[in-house]
């Protein structure tokens, strides 16, 4: 590859710098999930800005309940498999619970795995004002964090449930001094989730950090939602998502077709052997 080649691609992959000039120009980005390389290279190719390997995998890769289980190993493994498929898309590895409340230096020696070993670009955590010191921590060692504030699925068991965050005059308080928190810690942008509109929308207007909402209406400066809720592979999916296609019916009804060709000697044909 020419030096000239190399570097128009480079400069062409999406930094904490890019997202930062998208915010200033009021130009609205895309993040979705991805857990494994195929999916990862068509997201890329199709122009996604940003690839989040959530802990939503525990949910939608594991069967899990809650992203409770999820371990480091298993977000390192799935950063790997999404880092090989992309060539523009910022790749931020998501921190699981348990592996960023400890201590900062341990939460730092965590994000830096998910560098090292899963080639993750940035790194994700859940929590604001609570969580300021370890973000600073991490963000000194020059790895940068995105923050996560409003409905915090890792905190399922503080919130009693799934629940929009900031509906009364404390809550809503409790989320905005969590998102200016973040960003004074040096987060370069900052997930809103499950959180009113009106919110949202102060928040993005009072942050010069890009907010990614999903759940928090659409004057974020970017969206995201989970992969396999957006395509239509999730059995349920909360009523902020919509469905963009339905890819659990598509791979439904080919399964059904193979399973009537194999078992009446349709499939396969004379061109799918060999000779
Ligand atoms: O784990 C995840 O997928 C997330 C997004 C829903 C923001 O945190």
Redesign the pocket.
Known sequence: MSTVTAKSQREHRVTQRSLAARKRRHEPFSML?AYDFTFARIFDEAGVDVL?V????GNVVQGEDT?LPVTLDDVVYHTRLVARGVRRAMVVG?MPFGSYQVSPEDALRNAIRLVKEGGAHAV?L?GGVAMATTIERIVAADIPVMG?VGLT?QSIHRMGGYRVQGRTDSERERVLADAKAVEVAGAFAV?L?GMPTELATQITSELEIPT?G?GAGVDCDAQ???MHDMLGLSDWAPSFVKQFANLGAVASQAARQYIEEVVNRKFPGDEHGYR
């Open positions: 999930t989040l959530g802990d939503s995998l992203t998501d994700k859940e996560h699925p997930v989730e990614i999903i995201v939602l989970v």
